[in-house]
């Protein structure tokens, strides 16, 4: 079956660090990009940033630059994006999904996320 | 960051019903727009991808319009699993963005 299991929900302090896991399975993990979505208690959805199993290439929000970390264990399957430091606003849902890339006959692409995780509560709260 | 803006934010419609939801580009991009589908407790679900284009496995009753800065997604004849929550997104530049959600409850 083709999917993309998350780790568990966490409950951590302020200050703490956290690393959550996105495990690709049923497909060539490395050929696509995967993609971290968050989602706050009550709102819609953010787009975080995407990274290439291929080679570690990385895109962030620039809102959420240098707040998180993307990284990829080829060799597992499992990308993982990591906190070193938590605040309370970091509390909510976060979704990893696969890239999807379409490419018509003209040489034209369009991308979207067409597989996604179920997700890892996140909870921050002293 | 491009912004994008859906309109309703909410609306309630009946079974059977048409129902269009509208999404607004700050800045022309082609036709680089997705829609999805969010379930309350669930991940969202890819239904529109290229602005026009069907993803498989998504009913014949949705369809995407648009190009440019101004795009649609339509539901015709509204069943009652399609009560939830809809988000545009854009594709065009790097950082993607996502557009603030249109949610669909029953009337």
């Known amino acids: 079956e083709v999917q993309l299991v998350q780790s568990g929900a966490e409950v951590k302090k302020p200050g703490e660090s956290l690393t959550i896991s996105c495990k690709g399975s049923?497909?060539?993990?490395?050929?696509?990009?995967i993609g971290w979505v968050r989602q706050m208690p009550g709102k819609g959805l953010e787009w975080m940033g995407t990274i290439n199993p291929r080679d570690s290439d990385t895109r962030y929000s620039l809102s959420l630059q240098g707040q998180v970390t993307m990284s990829v264990d080829r060799s597992i399957s499992t990308a993982y994006l990591q906190w070193t430091s938590l605040k309370a606003s970091d509390t909510g849902m976060y979704f990893c999904?696969?890239?999807?890339?379409?490419?018509?006959?003209?040489?034209?692409?369009?991308?979207?996320?067409?597989?996604w995780g179920p997700g890892t509560l996140v909870t921050v709260s002293s | 960051d491009m912004q994008m803006t859906q309109s309703p934010s909410s609306l309630s419609a009946s079974v059977g019903d048409r129902v269009t939801i509208t999404c607004r580009a700050s800045q022309t991009i082609s036709n680089s727009l997705n829609w999805y589908q969010q379930k309350p407790g669930k991940a969202p679900q890819l239904l529109i991808y290229a602005a026009t284009k069907l993803q498989s496995g998504v009913p014949s009753r949705f369809s995407g319009s648009g190009s440019g800065t101004d795009f649609s997604l339509t539901i015709t004849s509204l069943q009652p699993e399609d009560f939830a929550t809809y988000y545009c997104q854009q594709t065009y530049t790097t950082r993607w963005t996502f557009g603030q959600g249109t949610k669909v409850d029953i009337k």
């Open positions: 049923g497909y060539s993990f490395p050929s696509y990009w």
């Open positions: 999904a696969r890239r999807q890339e379409v490419v018509s006959t003209t040489g034209a692409f369009w991308r979207s996320f067409d597989l």
